[in-house]
């Protein structure tokens, strides 16, 4: 059976999505659909700062080596994600960010020096910077890195990524400004502020990581968004999806073949408008709904009896009407 990677490639795009060595070690069918799907996969877990380094200047990257594996043993990429990020902070670099500018700079130079030498021929395309404004979008979010090196440390990283790794793709990853709801429209703003701020310092950046975790409570506007876009591409940039899912939930299982099929339509009217953006690179945040993150995280999951149903493939690894949305996005309609 021909997969999304394969459809993908036939229009000279990179389909993929997230993936767990845990579980791909452990589940036959996990790494199966893997095999089936992906051109590319991204790290969901094993590219963050508490994987690599979870003890101070002890770096452990057997999960991420496992995942490169993987992929050269297929002929896929693997994607970076995430070098800096508010999240996923082991303790003792929580505590050291709050130790000064100094140790927070040599912290970041000897993350970036041992991880960017360990994937340089291997790992083409990073997320150097994730999330760096705050839910609201009317400033940058709040985090230990900035608390350390101030709004510059941005351009810190950025410039740290080029200087180890000069033909990779740099890519700042964010969320929240997909849809057409205030808070979004007004992240979109401070986004491009902020893209705009780091090109005109001469800040290297190569893309526009646009996560794409979907709400179906929320208005998409295609037009809205593809114009947003269209600034973004205006600026140099590349954009890309890097973590594609939709989150829809119910009670009745007898909604649910309505309600797929509206997620399908959502789908497809954010990934073709993203496709004729001008993304050439989109990923699903996992492949099935039986690992997805919406599941499994108690705050997202919202107690029992609530389906989630976000990813392209179902509990049982059957393809769903997302899967043939992507398809038809990726046929070109
Ligand atoms: O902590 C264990 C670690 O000891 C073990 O070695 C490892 C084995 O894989 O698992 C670790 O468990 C959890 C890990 O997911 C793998 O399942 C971590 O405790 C848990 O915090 C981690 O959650 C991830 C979360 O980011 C924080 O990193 C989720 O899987 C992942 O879906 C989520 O993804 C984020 C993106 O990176 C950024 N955008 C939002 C997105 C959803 O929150």
Redesign the pocket.
Known sequence: MTGLGEIARARGISFGA?M???LMQRDPAYEAAFAAEAAVIVS???G?F??LQPEEGKFDTS?LDAQLRWAQQRGRTLRG??LVWH??LPAWAERALTEGRDRALGIMTAHFDRVLSHTRSQIRDWDVV??PIATAGDQLRDTPWLRALGPEYIDIALKMARERDPTLRIVLNE?GFEEDVPEALLKRQQLLALLRGLLERKVPLDALGI?G?LHMSRPFNAASFAGFLAEVRSLGLQVLIT?LDIRETWDAPQEIAARDALVAERTYAFVSTALEGGARTVLS?GLSDKYS?LAN?PAVAMGQGRVHRGLPLDDNWQRKPMWHALARAFRGG
């Open positions: 997230a767990l060595t845990h969901e877990w094993e963050k508490a994987a999960l994600h995430a999240e996923s994730n999330e969320y996560q975790h973590e945040w993150w995280t």
